[in-house]
């Protein structure tokens, strides 16, 4: 059984997403950011399938991400949402699933294992 880490677009930007063998990993804040009907109802199935588990990463994690982001020049472009999926990826070491260039900008710089969703990811 594979583990990942997922952020929004893995709901939002994949119409034929359809729950397997993968357990996925979010934060509060990036549930909060799915508020289409669509994209609500499958994140309840999700969840009460257990394919969804929702862990708040430490605050040393976030202190961490939210370093490397001022590094990086990008503090701007990224939400207290992309911050927190960032930390819980930091802290589970599993592959984050993200279309958000910024976010994968941030996985390179830690070495952190990522994919893209729809769209190609950076390399």
């Known amino acids: 059984m594979k583990h990942l880490v997922m ?4 709901i939002l930007n994949n119409f034929n997403f359809s729950f ?10 990036i ?3 799915i508020i289409d009907l669509r994209s609500r109802n499958l994140v309840q199935a ?3 399938q257990g394919k969804i588990k929702v862990i708040e990463p430490k605050k040393d994690s976030i202190e961490l991400i939210e370093k490397v ?4 020049n990008i503090s701007h472009k990224l939400s207290k949402a992309d911050i927190s999926i960032l930390a819980l990826a930091f802290e589970l070491k599993f592959p984050l699933l993200t279309d958000d ?6 996985c390179l710089k830690l070495d952190l294992e990522f994919d893209s969703v729809f ?3 950076i390399s």
């Not at 982001?69 to 990086?72: A, D, G, H, I």
Request: no cysteine; proline share 0%; glycine share 4%.
């Open 46 to 48: 999700g969840l009460s």
């Open 101 to 106: 260039y910024h976010i994968q900008k941030v």
């Open 119 to 121: 769209r190609e990811k």
């Open 31 to 33: 549930l909060d950011e």
């Open 69 to 72: 982001v001022k590094e990086l």
């Open 7 to 10: 952020d929004s677009a893995v």
């Open 20 to 29: 397997s063998d993968e357990i996925y990993f979010t934060t509060n804040e």
